[in-house]
């Protein structure tokens, strides 16, 4: 059969979500599969050396449009080629495409339903109208969570059958410990020691909750002397409304404790994972939430959200109403004094302390079996296949 694939996020020259998504899922089908043949779209800022290990089953196509890629480059593509399926790694359909074409699409969140005002306005309009629109006429919907699937059955009405559940996956080449000489000489690139710091990774963006993050470890080095030892690190791109973010550690007078290392490259993120004390990822909204796994793989500690997919992905499992598991430590995101209950857990001093950090570790390591970008590839090729 002949696959057609929207590439235009795959090559981005600095991937976060739905770009490292789209990414790793394109290299673990081409190892994978020798039958199928690939049509690849791509915007024309891509890099040539990045498609030239590409199997001979996976063509490059070009699209020249430099507004409305999709609604009308990728459209147009549908109907000069002849697909058997469209397969969209990211939300959004052409709305106009080759009548009777089988399209699979993969949602990774509604965080512009639930966290409209954290949206731009024309992003939360293209994706209110699109999603409900697109979603129930596309054949297949790829989501990345159970509690994304939840969200799509109560809030946009769309069929329990409709929707797969595939996980993503991680790099498990380069997200492993990093350890002793290795380690400090990795970190001395960004002025810090090992265990001397607690880590943020993602968009600077308020859906990430870092306001109310600076605000628990302002309260922490408030009580004491014994916090004051260590830095809150905060690893991410600029994003939208995120000013007021910048300006907390100066406000709060911890502007000394707190540093923001803006985009990092994704081979330094193992070493930032190995030496922190522990990730802290209190985001408001997640439909899956990479860097745990990340962080898991790198023998991290994680302190993560008790809502939307960070349980699930952190290796929790629902049962009836209540959460069981120990693949991270649970907070109330909302909450500030539940994010200082959270981080006081994991600080390195005492017996009780190592018990927990070890068992978070021990648990972490287990629970990223569970994943893998080849395991993602082989159930979204079946999907693909099977529509």
Not at 82 to 94: E, I, N, Q, R, S
Not at 123 to 148: C, D, E, F, H, P
């Amino acid at each position: 059969m002949v696959i057609g694939f929207d590439g235009s996020r795959s090559f981005a020259s600095r991937r976060t979500g739905t770009e490292n998504y789209s990414y790793q899922l394109l290299k673990a089908l081409a190892k994978i599969d020798e039958v199928n043949q690939y049509i690849v779209y791509l915007r024309p800022d891509f890099r040539q050396k990045d498609i030239q290990e590409f199997p001979n089953n996976f063509k490059f196509q070009i699209s020249n449009f430099k507004f409305l890629w999709t609604q009308a480059g990728l459209a147009l593509q549908t109907f000069k080629d002849k697909l058997d399926v469209l397969f969209v790694p990211a939300h959004t359909l052409p709305v106009i495409r080759k009548p009777g074409l089988k399209t699979v699409v993969t949602v990774h969140d509604l965080g512009s339903e639930y966290l409209s005002s954290m949206h731009q306005f024309k992003q939360r309009l293209y994706l209110s109208i699109m999603q409900r629109y697109q979603l129930k006429t596309a054949t297949k919907i790829i989501v990345v969570s159970k509690a994304t699937k939840d969200d799509l059955i109560k809030r946009v009405g769309i069929e329990p059958d409709k929707i797969a559940v595939i996980y993503e996956g991680y790099d498990k080449e380069l997200f492993k410990p990093i350890k002793d000489e290795a380690l400090v000489n990795s970190l001395i690139h960004y002025d810090l020691q090992p265990k001397t710091y607690y880590l943020f990774v993602g968009t600077v963006h308020p859906r990430k909750n870092l306001k109310r993050l600076i605000q628990a470890f302002a309260n922490l080095v408030s009580k004491g002397d014994t916090f004051r030892a260590y830095n809150l690190v905060i690893v991410g791109a600029k994003g939208w409304l995120s000013d007021e973010i910048y300006q907390m550690p100066k406000k709060l007078g911890i502007e000394e404790k707190v540093k923001f290392l803006g985009y990092v490259p994704e081979e330094d993120l193992p070493a930032l994972y190995s030496g922190t004390i522990a990730l802290v990822f209190p985001s408001l909204f997640e439909g899956f939430g990479l860097p745990i796994l990340e962080a898991q793989a790198c023998g991290c500690p994680v302190i993560t959200s008790n809502l939307s997919a960070m349980p699930e992905v952190a290796g929790y499992v629902r049962v009836n109403r209540n959460v069981a598991g120990k693949g991270a430590i649970l907070v109330d995101p909302y909450d500030v004094e539940d994010i200082v209950r959270g981080i006081r857990e994991t600080l390195p001093a005492g017996r009780q302390v190592r018990g927990i950090r070890e068992k978070l570790i021990k648990a972490g390591f287990g629970n990223i079996k569970k994943f893998s970008w080849e395991k993602t590839a082989r159930e979204t090729l079946a999907i693909l296949e099977s529509v």
